[in-house]
């Protein structure tokens, strides 16, 4: 069992920064796939960005202005959102794939205002 747990999110203008953090229960290096995802309202869930064993991967959307990074000491993962955008609005959330079982923290609410 992994519990993972989301801070971080909040309300911001346009153009401003976040950064969320996402505290694993078990140590990360033991983690093949580690990352964020987010949900719109009325939208399915979207990769953000992950860790996985071939490398790191971003969404299109968030390239260039966000950057996922992790302190394997802590057992945190971290996503710095820069230059938010309206469109980033969504529930954002950290999720692991341990022993090939996928788990999810319960989300944090990231409301960018125009």
């Known amino acids: 069992q992994v519990q993972l747990v989301e801070s971080g999110g909040g309300l911001m203008q346009a153009g401003g920064s976040l950064r969320l953090s996402c505290l694993v229960s078990?140590?990360?290096?033991?983690?093949?796939?580690l990352g964020w995802y987010r949900q719109a309202p009325g939208k399915q869930r979207e990769v953000v960005a992950v860790f996985t064993g071939g490398g790191t991967i971003y969404a299109d959307s968030v390239k260039g202005r966000f950057t996922i990074s992790r302190d394997n000491a802590k057992n945190t993962v971290y996503l710095q959102m820069n230059s938010l955008k309206p469109e980033d609005t969504a529930v954002y959330s950290c999720?692991?794939?341990?022993?090939?079982?996928?788990?999810w923290g319960q989300g944090t609410q990231v409301t960018v205002s125009s």
């Open positions: 078990k140590s990360i290096l033991t983690i093949t796939t």
């Open positions: 999720a692991a794939n341990y022993f090939l079982t996928t788990y």
